[in-house]
Nanobody, 122 residues
């Protein structure tokens, strides 16, 4: 059982930056692919970014490409999401996710964090 705890959310103005963190425990972190998803109010949860267990492969939703960067530190059991040039449409609850392999479908994810709110004001 993997336990995920996100942090780093908050309120930021459009054009600003935030870095989300997700600390993992209860499993072998380095054996899991990690991802970030988000869910805006009234919308379905959607894929944002994912990273392989080694960190060598990363994947992004079109909405995140060029603005967001996913990374991981296996020594600290932590995955990060650096978000730059934030837009009001990035406002959502951001969830950390873990699975044995990279997965981009919500229904395929094995473990979820509780989420952290990101609000981008215009």
């Amino acid at each position: 059982q993997v336990h995920l705890v996100e942090s780093g959310g908050g309120l930021v103005q459009a054009g600003g930056s935030l870095r989300l963190s997700c600390a993992a425990s209860g499993g072998t972190f380095s054996s899991y692919a990690m991802g970030w998803f988000r869910q805006a109010l009234g919308k379905e949860r959607e894929f944002v970014a994912a990273i392989s267990w080694s960190g060598r492969r990363t994947y992004y939703a079109d909405s995140a490409k060029g603005r967001f960067t996913i990374s991981r530190d296996n020594a600290k059991n932590t995955v990060y999401l650096q978000m730059n040039s934030l837009k009001p449409e990035d406002t959502a609850v951001y969830y950390c996710a873990a699975s044995p392999v990279i997965r981009r479908e919500v229904s395929d994810i094995d473990y979820w964090g509780q989420g952290t709110q990101v609000t981008v004001s215009s």
